[in-house]
């Protein structure tokens, strides 16, 4: 009993966060000044060509995100009965693959859009299936679809307004749920860690882009983004893995 008014309060505490970090972050995103995409974003550190292909690491770093996009549409009766939500997150992340190439044989604005799309798609498809297996399951699939279209109209909104305000805050939320929503909820499945192994490749992943070309003088091989794309598939193909091994929890 008392265990459970534990769980109880822990839950309800994380939906206070929940709520005013996102309102927090909401409201400040739009009293600051828009969110310009600056132009030099496009300059990376690493621009060799091979085989006549521009950009060539920051391209071929991409492959390993088609890998694990296939993987898991192909095996997806081995991860879930649930489909759609898994399907769209495993889609996202074949698309992601495709997007970011066709933005890094020529990267502008333009082809940026192609790489944004799929991944605001990819975070929407994940904080649906997280709010599924750990807080509600109706809930997490209802939401599915609205928050695939809040994940578009972010990146509308951009090129629209010029605004990455709501993209950023579509980008970076998430991640800052997925933590509190580990520790104060408990999952219907095995294997939670699988989440917490995700998050540490992507702080790595994110390090490797900030500090892109500083790695890039260092390696002299492969730059921090190209790295970044590695780490970021890296794990999500732990996540894939963690998918195949776990089982349902019956409450």
Same mark, same amino acid.
């Given at each position: 009993?008392?265990?459970?008014?534990?769980?109880?309060?822990?839950?309800?505490?994380?939906?206070?966060?929940?709520?005013?970090?996102?309102?927090?972050?909401?409201?400040?995103?739009?009293?600051? !000044?828009? #969110? /310009?995409? $600056?132009?030099?974003?496009? +300059?990376?550190?690493?621009? %060799?060509?091979?085989?006549? =292909?521009?950009?060539?690491?920051?391209?071929?770093?991409?492959?390993?995100?088609?890998?694990?996009?296939?993987?898991?549409?192909?095996?997806?009766?081995?991860?879930?009965?649930?489909?759609?939500?898994?399907?769209?997150?495993?889609?996202?992340?074949?698309?992601?693959?495709?997007?970011?190439?066709?933005?890094?044989?020529?990267?502008?604005?333009?082809?940026?859009?192609?790489?944004?799309?799929?991944?605001?798609?990819?975070?929407?498809?994940? !904080?649906? #299936? /997280?709010? $599924?297996?750990?807080?509600? +399951?109706?809930?997490?699939? %209802?939401?599915?679809?609205? =928050?695939?279209?809040?994940?578009?109209?972010?990146?509308?909104?951009?090129?629209?307004?010029?605004?990455?305000?709501?993209?950023?805050?579509?980008?970076?939320?998430?991640?800052?749920?997925?933590?509190?929503?580990?520790?104060?909820?408990?999952?219907?499945?095995?294997?939670?860690?699988?989440?917490?192994?995700?998050?540490?490749?992507?702080?790595?992943?994110?390090?490797?882009?900030?500090?892109?070309?500083?790695?890039?003088?260092?390696?002299?091989?492969?730059?921090?983004? $190209?790295?970044?794309?590695?780490?970021?598939?890296?794990?999500?193909?732990?996540?894939?893995?963690?998918?195949?091994?776990?089982?349902?929890?019956?409450?």
């Amino acid at each position: 009993m008392k265990s459970f008014f534990t769980s109880l309060k822990k839950e309800n505490i994380a939906y206070s966060i929940l709520t005013s970090l996102g309102l927090a972050l909401l409201i400040g995103i739009f009293i600051v !000044s828009p #969110i /310009i995409q $600056s132009q030099s974003y496009h +300059d990376f550190s690493d621009a %060799k060509t091979f085989f006549k =292909m521009n950009n060539f690491w920051n391209v071929i770093s991409n492959l390993p995100f088609f890998i694990v996009g296939f993987l898991g549409i192909y095996n997806i009766k081995l991860i879930t009965e649930k489909k759609l939500q898994y399907v769209m997150f495993f889609s996202s992340i074949l698309f992601v693959s495709i997007g970011s190439t066709y933005y890094h044989l020529n990267p502008n604005n333009y082809t940026l859009i192609f790489d944004r799309l799929p991944m605001t798609l990819l975070f929407m498809a994940l !904080s649906s #299936i /997280i709010i $599924s297996e750990f807080i509600n +399951d109706k809930i997490g699939k %209802k939401f599915l679809l609205p =928050m695939l279209l809040l994940g578009l109209f972010s990146v509308l909104y951009w090129v629209f307004f010029e605004d990455l305000s709501l993209y950023v805050f579509i980008q970076f939320y998430p991640m800052l749920v997925i933590p509190i929503v580990l520790v104060c909820f408990k999952s219907s499945y095995t294997h939670a860690y699988g989440y917490w192994l995700l998050l540490a490749f992507y702080i790595i992943a994110k390090g490797c882009e900030y500090y892109d070309v500083e790695l890039f003088t260092k390696l002299k091989v492969i730059s921090g983004h $190209s790295i970044k794309h590695i780490m970021s598939a890296m794990g999500l193909y732990v996540l894939y893995r963690v998918y195949i091994k776990r089982r349902k929890i019956e409450f």
